[in-house]
């Protein structure tokens, strides 16, 4: 059997088409290369990004709604901050979910922030973008040891880059080697991987299988290019680990991601616990 179409899907990296192009301003700003700088920087990756959207809206919410809707999206991951994020949790509580941000190099600040966020949009999640911090900040670093410990004190996982970045900087803050010692430290963490982890997506297999609280979301891939190890790994003994994640509007279209679904070979039993139930679990949203 297919991708079933009874399913009450959580996209656990969604957002809204904006105005313009300046949410990624921060990281065309560290780029040196002139031919990366385009309105999105990693663009050169995908096709047929959906840029048509941006600034052809009045509602943005409104179209990611549609979108959702058409492809039985239940509920989406947003980013809390921002004046339309805000009015989507507001207005549609029960189709978005907030996720908080995160910057070691802020320090304590930083960490005050993350209370913030969380007493004033009840974040369920952060996330963490290693590579593209400024100056960039490893995984394993020790300025994001409390970043972690407060995750695990406020009893919300941390959603993190892995892997090659897409854009073209330097990609060592993302080994997923690095992953590793963080789940050592912190036994109690509850750590998902974003990007991919490519190329040592198999390496990512390993730690998953060492370590019970690490998980990979399947975000910035269309589904035909998901991993074939990430794939084995749901099919034999991971199909608790693995998290459904999109990149609409950011690089992919909801069209794209869902018509090459149909084709991704997991088995029966991997489809409500990928496409729903592993998601649910890790943002704690039936308690």
Known sequence: MGMPTDIAIIDTMIGFPAEDFKAYDFIRAQLKDPSAKFDFPVEYMFKNVPKELYGSSKDPIAVTLHEMDRFGIAMG????VGEV??????????????????????????????????EKYGVRAFGAFNAGYNPQV???DALMYPIYAKCVELGVPIFACAGVPGPRFPMWPQEVRLID??????????????HGCEPWEDL????????PNLYYSTSAFAPK??????????NTRGADRVIYAGYFPMGLSLERIMTDMRSVPFNDN??????????????????
């Open 138 to 140: 490893g995984i394993s």
């Open 225 to 234: 290019h998901y991993p074939e190890a990430i794939i084995r790994y749901a």
């Open 85 to 118: 994020s805000t009015k989507a949790l507001k207005d549609h509580p029960d189709r978005f979910i907030p996720t908080g941000s995160v910057d070691p190099n802020r320090g304590m600040d930083g960490i005050r922030d993350m209370v913030r966020q969380y």
């Open 204 to 211: 990512a297999v390993k730690l998953m299988l060492k370590w």
């Open 270 to 287: 991997v489809w409500p616990k990928f496409l729903c139930g592993n998601a649910r679990k890790v943002l704690k949203l039936d308690s």
């Open 181 to 194: 010692q963080v789940m050592y430290d912190f036994p109690e963490l509850v750590f998902v991987t974003r």
């Open 77 to 80: 991951l947003i980013g809390a």
